[in-house]
């Protein structure tokens, strides 16, 4: 069953669900859902399927990203798993215990594979995703399994009535696809538009109960139907979905159904060779990939080539200034932002995250860091803003072809609209919100970016980051990576992408890792509370950095690492207070 948990019902204002499932069991969804778990029949699959035309997934993309959102915007066990631990080390450089306090290991497991790998934002869902490759399927077969099991599993952050952004490598072409299947404005959509629940008047109450058995026999349709893209946009269910709409007098009609599709970029955005021949790669704004890979970029200048040689872990625990920097580092990263928006409807946002990319910027960027913070104004556009995004669930996969995928889904806030289909039991995402709003904002706050304001048709901007990491000269995946949590997903993913790559942390270290994370203009960096107190009170007295304790969820990685021996290293981060744990073989 899914549990909401008393802190998902503390940070949602409009859905205080607690301890809340589902009627039905998870063996029953996974058999309405068309993954039967049977572990005695599953096979490895042959040795000579080695190869994957991209016809072929870019069709089971389109049609899985079809099935797996309605993107028009409205209101553990393991198989043949050869090792999980929970407290691995690369340590090689003696002991890390000096002047600091830092936290144990998490209980979070370290999966170790051979062939492929699964993590996501619930431990049965990777399970999902890791029979779906023993069977036969590739990555992006298993990611869309994944999808539809979350949806179920952790139903107040991601599902069918939400979209999705995803970065897919492909071994065989040795190129990355980006794929936008991000939440649209309705062709009626105006900024000033407002809604609430039509059957109450008011929001839901902490302690009721959400049932799902009409959302089991959707998905059952589903999986079921002849076409199951014609039923969902322009058949039985698009008129069920557009008469609940008109009922309830809103502005989705069936033709802004039929209308959607999701923008496919075979030519994504992507870094200049760095360490040797690396590249990220990661889908052009609405995402904010653009801006994590410049924290990864800048980090790496500013740590890869300059740490302690006899020791590189002193300056990791022992230094303040690698904890400084981050943070300027993040400052100057964040302060794009909100130049950024859908290149759809903003060319400039698609030259400036090709900009942010080079790496002649990011030495820009690292040359003009000082020792001391500065005022908001030196580090870049401290006039406008873009509002703070929540939620999401992320899904990385390595498959036993060399493929990976990674991927983010989201219905913005805690269960999305707090709406649900009374006739087809998907919860509506509030995607409006993550736009921006002219006058919008209250006396003393700074103006919300212009180019994030809605128009029909737009997408909003999003903290997603999904993104994969392989070698320029042999095309091999290096790294498959993405985060849930709002504003704090690009963070999160560059502290860990800089602590696997210069100071040779396990992936699951560099997740267990405390948070940093500074939301510009705002001139304060929320800390995770588990950062040393010794340490932060350094950061204020030394170099002059505003610091508060960090409120609400932190960015939470899955982060699949696959190391020179072509070792697969899969970790799901032990800030998902869900039964998490990898999948693979």
Sequence with gaps: MAVISDDQVSKNKFAKFRKACFAKSS??????????KDVSSVFLVPANQNTVEINRLITNVIIGILLVLFSTVVVTVFFVAPS??????????????????????????????EKAAIT???????????DIMIKGGNAIDAAIAALFCLGVTNPQSSGIGGGFIMTFYNQTSKTCIAIDARETAPRAATWDINWMNPETGSVYKSGEILKQPTLANTLETIANAEDPVELFYKGEMADIIAAE???????????????????????????????????????????????????????IKNYCNHTIEDNPWDLLYNDPYYYHFLIETQKFANSHRSLLGDIAFVPKAWRMAQNLATDDYSEWIYLRQKIKAQKADYYGDYNS?????????????????????SVTSTINH??????????????????????SKPNYSKKDEIPQSRQNYIQPGKRPMASMSPMVMYSNETGKLVMVIGASGGNKIVSSIGKTIVRVLCFNETIKEAIDAPNLHSHFP????????????????????????????????????????????????????????????????
């Design 245 to 299: 709409f008109a009922e309830n007098e809103a502005i989705i009609t069936k033709a802004d159904l039929k209308k959607y599709k999701p923008r496919i970029y075979h030519t994504p955005l992507k870094t200049t060779p760095f360490l040797d021949g690396l590249i990220m790669c990661g889908p052009p704004p609405p995402s904010s990939f653009a801006i994590t890979q410049s924290i990864v970029q800048v980090g």
């Design 385 to 405: 803003t873009v509002a703070k995004d929540h939620g999401t669930s992320h899904v990385s996969v390595v498959d036993p072809f060399g493929n990976g995928v």
């Design 120 to 130: 996501c934002d619930h431990g049965r869902c990777s399970e999902v995703g890791r």
């Design 84 to 113: 999980l631990n929970p407290n691995p080390s690369n340590n090689t450089w003696g002991d890390r215990s000096g002047r600091y306090d830092w936290p144990p290991p998490s209980n979070s497991l370290l999966g170790r594979f």
């Design 522 to 585: 705002e001139d304060v960096t929320e800390y995770e509370k588990t950062m040393p107190a010794e340490l932060i009170q350094t950061l204020i007295d030394r170099n002059l950095q505003k610091m508060k304790p960090s409120t609400g969820f932190e960015g939470i990685v899955q982060g699949i690492y696959i190391d020179e021996d072509d070792v697969i290293w899969a970790n799901g981060d032990f800030r998902r207070r869900t039964n998490m744990s990898p999948g693979g073989f």
């Design 414 to 435: 805690w269960f999305g609209a707090s709406v649900q289909s009374s006739k087809l039991g998907i919860v509506w995402n509030n995607e409006m919100d993550a736009f």
């Design 27 to 36: 063996a029953q969804y996974y058999i309405e859902m068309g993954f039967r």
